[in-house]
């Protein structure tokens, strides 16, 4: 019997407290006014009860009500009308309310907005995702408006890959709701991409840092890009389709607010740029992805989430014909190329990421993430290529304008691949943060291994007039003194059997304070990064080695009438080398390939003032980053090859400007100014250019509506950027060859007409429920400039000269496009 009473005992101290707390539910959100400005301070408060709350400084605001009750939540501030809401929400329901006060009239939106003032503490860029998502470009999406950032180049407009202050692509951390994705391997040109991995339809928020980033961001050398999916709502719907392929994306809730999801499908097809180029082809470049975000409430203090990715890609490339004409007016030239062969490329990864959020209090939130990356990948190429090479009949008017007369350099170049790769990447973290007083801490600890399985074998054969022509690196000949009876070989060469493994532990802590110096605000950021990680390459011994990061940032906020922020961040970073970094000319995996180090110093400011009665604000920043045991590269279109040594030593500086404002009453636009140099000393022989040492970039941005049609709008994207050094032809030593590609400059346009919008008050409903409907076109290059990435190296027969002939991008090129949102 005393057990009994016991265990009924038992029962009522356990049970019924835990079914009381699951009969509340929690209500959040951001309050915000028209000109989508945050309102601190804002009165949150259940009707007829004592429930309430306030707004805080960011203008967010949490909410517990009784669960399975009709609850009248009103928002009130001075001289704004209030704002009512009523709803019934399940137990543990997690309810996301995002009104919107106007001085005249009632009315709730749905719009997400983040404060920018701890993004501008901590050196951070936000960009608006609407912005994105309109911006013209020819490979849409968050990549392409970086590339109108300062101190951010990118000259391919098919890839989305992009360099960062003298940096390379590789040196760039990128993550989606904390979780970091990566890129295939095997990528050697913008035309064989395809998709990002980012998806900008799915997104809520774009922060971007371009150095002198926190502790809590991982082991690269030059930026960080985090991006943030959103929470859905309520249901929606979204189509996008044009002549490049198309997008359909679906969100939504269920009744109780527990579950969320959003998920896309993306197809994109790139024929309509290649079938433009001056290579003429047989081109089936398909691209597809499908990817979904959930999450789940699984309690008001425990959320679950995951986050997966499918894509493939498959490039189909057959050649037939090539001309490309080059040289000056007096002295034209002209390259004819009569391709046979075909290559085909298949890209094939596998994204899968769980997350839980654990909050137990308001001071303390716990996460754990993991997450699996497996990525299959093909390059399968045999190509013939036979040229000629001459002067080139510039006679106007004659029959024969155009063609080449009088050949220079005839000859022929076999290009073999079957390079194949298979890696599995496997990631555990958690992390957390708690706040004591004012001083926020945040800490995480990460597992990662990483296991590459690769076969390179590909070889290039050049034929010069009849002649094979051997590696210059091998001993010469004294043909016709002496016979010749070396083996014929190929040019270049790799032929390499890859397995390696590598495991890795990170762990961070860094420490937060806002505070203040007098009337000015003061924000400060300390951290230390430590990084240990294991090589084990077949038959080679392991390597380990380890690195310690401190970081560090404080921003001043004086009080003075001008609107200014001045911050120095910086510290001491490390690249511990990935599996391509490992890997020399020849394939072969060097284990003891050190982390290349590099010292950031960043000294920014930001002045928001009025024109014109808009707001505007000028962000400047003036940056030097001082390099040393680096790990030499060459860069060939999008392809990275390195020495896999750490040999040289480099420095990098410049100055970043942008100018962003309502230069268009309305809406949002910016101009962008950067210089930049970087140079490299390899084994002391002195500085030389680095493969991205872009010196000027110019980029502009500007949206514009036409006033008597309102609904007609247009999106402007200007860049331009001094020739990036041009390469080298194969075994040429680039401290005696150093050339520049030609300038890159593109301006790219989208004219839209907004047949149904949202934002439009006064739009009437739609039968088909439809809520935005837009159709546009799209004109990519306007001016049809002749843009290049790399030179083909062609041999005159006569003076053994060898000619750099570019390789162009693309022309300008027609797109439609058009949008409906349900």
């Known amino acids: 019997m005393k057990l009994n009473i016991i265990s009924i005992w038992l029962l009522i101290f356990c049970v019924i407290p835990s079914f009381v707390i699951a009969q509340t539910a929690t209500v959040r959100g951001i309050v915000f006014d028209t000109n989508q400005q945050i309102i601190p301070g804002v009165s949150v408060q259940v009707l007829h009860s004592e429930l309430g709350t306030a707004t805080d400084k960011n203008g967010a605001y949490l909410l517990e009500i009784p669960a399975r009750q009709e609850v009248t939540i009103q928002f009130s501030y001075i001289g704004m009308q209030d704002v009512r809401a009523t709803m019934t929400l399940e137990p543990n329901a997690d309810y996301e309310f995002h009104p919107v006060l106007k001085v005249d009239a009632e009315q709730i939106g749905t719009i997400v907005l983040r404060g920018n003032q701890r993004q501008s503490a901590e050196g951070i860029m936000s960009l608006t995702p609407e912005t994105v998502r309109r911006i013209p470009g020819a490979n849409a999406g968050v990549e392409n408006l970086l590339k109108s950032l300062p101190g951010v180049s990118g000259n391919d407009e098919l890839s989305t890959q992009y360099s960062v202050r003298g940096g390379n692509y590789d040196e760039n951390l990128v993550y ?24 900008s339809d799915m997104t809520s928020q774009v922060d971007f840092s371009a150095g002198g980033f926190q502790a809590k961001y991982g082991d690269k050398l030059s930026s960080v890009l985090d991006i943030t999916y959103r929470k859905p709502v309520q249901f929606a719907a979204k189509a996008d389709v044009s002549l490049l392929g198309g997008q359909i994306t679906a969100e939504g809730i269920d009744k109780s607010g527990r579950w969320t999801g959003i998920i896309s499908a993306r197809y994109r097809d790139n024929s309509l740029f290649v079938n433009a180029k001056q290579t003429e082809t047989n081109y089936e470049p398909r691209f597809a992805d499908i990817q979904a975000y959930t999450t789940y409430k699984a309690s008001n203090k425990l959320e679950l989430a995951f986050l997966g990715n499918i894509s493939t890609n498959r490039y189909h490339y057959e050649p037939k014909t090539r001309q490309t004409n080059f040289g000056t007016l007096t002295d034209p030239k002209a390259l ?43 390059e399968h190429f045999d190509i013939l290529g036979q040229y000629r090479m001459g002067e080139v009949n510039s006679n106007i008017g004659g029959e024969d304008m155009g063609e080449v007369e009088y050949s220079e350099g005839i000859g022929s170049q076999l290009t073999h691949a079957r390079n194949d790769l298979d890696a599995l990447i496997v990631n555990i973290e958690h992390k957390g943060n708690f706040s004591i007083k004012e001083n926020k801490w945040e800490y995480g600890v990460k597992y990662t291994h990483e296991d590459i399985r690769d076969r390179m074998n590909e070889f290039e054969v050049i034929d010069s007039a009849g002649f094979s022509i051997r590696p210059p690196i091998l001993p010469g000949n004294t043909q016709p003194y002496d016979p010749y009876e070396e083996p014929l070989v190929p040019y270049t060469s790799v032929h390499a059997r890859n397995n390696v493994q590598i495991d890795r532990i990170s762990a961070y802590l860094q420490w937060s304070r806002k505070t203040y110096l007098g009337n000015n605000e003061l924000w400060m950021n300390a951290g230390l990064r430590t990084h240990n990680w294991t090589v084990n390459a077949e038959e080679q011994n392991s390597h380990t080695q380890t690195v310690i990061s401190p970081r560090a940032q404080i921003a001043l906020k004086p009080d003075w009438e001008q609107d200014m922020l001045f911050r120095l961040s910086g510290g001491l970073y490390y690249q511990p ?40 604000t000028l962000h400047s920043e003036l940056y030097y980053k001082d390099l040393t045991d680096v790990n030499p590269y060459t860069l060939e279109n999008v392809r990275i090859r390195y020495a896999a040594d750490n040999i040289a030593k480099a420095y990098a500086y410049g100055v970043d400007l942008r100018l962003a404002g309502e230069f268009i009453p309305g809406t949002e636009s910016w101009v962008s100014f950067g210089y930049l140099k970087t140079e490299e000393n390899i084994e002391n022989r002195g500085f030389i250019a680095r493969p991205t040492d872009q010196r000027l970039k110019f980029a502009a941005l500007f949206q514009d509506y036409v006033k008597a049609i309102p609904n007609l709008k247009m999106y402007l994207n200007l860049v331009y950027n001094t020739g990036l050094p041009g390469g080298t032809p194969s ?92």
């Open 577 to 616: 080398p990935f599996y391509r970094e490992l890997r020399n000319i020849e394939g072969e995996v060097q284990p003891d390939v050190k982390a290349q180090k590099a010292i950031h110093i960043v000294i920014g400011n930001e002045y928001s003032f009025d024109i014109w009665d808009r707001p505007f």
């Open 336 to 378: 004819l190329i009569y391709y046979e062969g075909n290559e085909l490329d298949k890209y094939a990864t596998y994204f899968g990421a769980f997350k839980a959020t654990y909050v137990p209090n308001e001071n303390y939130t716990a996460k754990l993430i993991a997450s699996v990356y497996h990525t299959q990948e093909q």
């Open 731 to 822: 075994y040429a030593d680039p401290y005696v060859y150093q050339t520049r590609l030609r300038d890159y400059t593109r301006a790219d346009i989208g004219i839209s007409y907004i047949l149904i919008d949202k934002n439009n008050p006064d739009s009437k409903p739609n039968s088909l429920g439809i809520k935005d409907w837009s159709i546009g076109i799209e004109i990519f290059n306007i001016f049809d400039t002749f843009n290049s990435i790399t030179n083909t190296y062609v041999r005159d027969v006569y003076t053994k000269t060898q000619y750099a002939i570019p390789n162009y991008l693309t022309p300008r090129i027609f797109n439609v496009r058009t949008t409906i949102e349900l």
């Open 176 to 199: 989606v709701n904390e979780i970091e994705v990566y890129r295939p391997f095997l990528i050697r040109s913008g035309q064989q991409e395809g998709l990002s991995f980012v998806n």
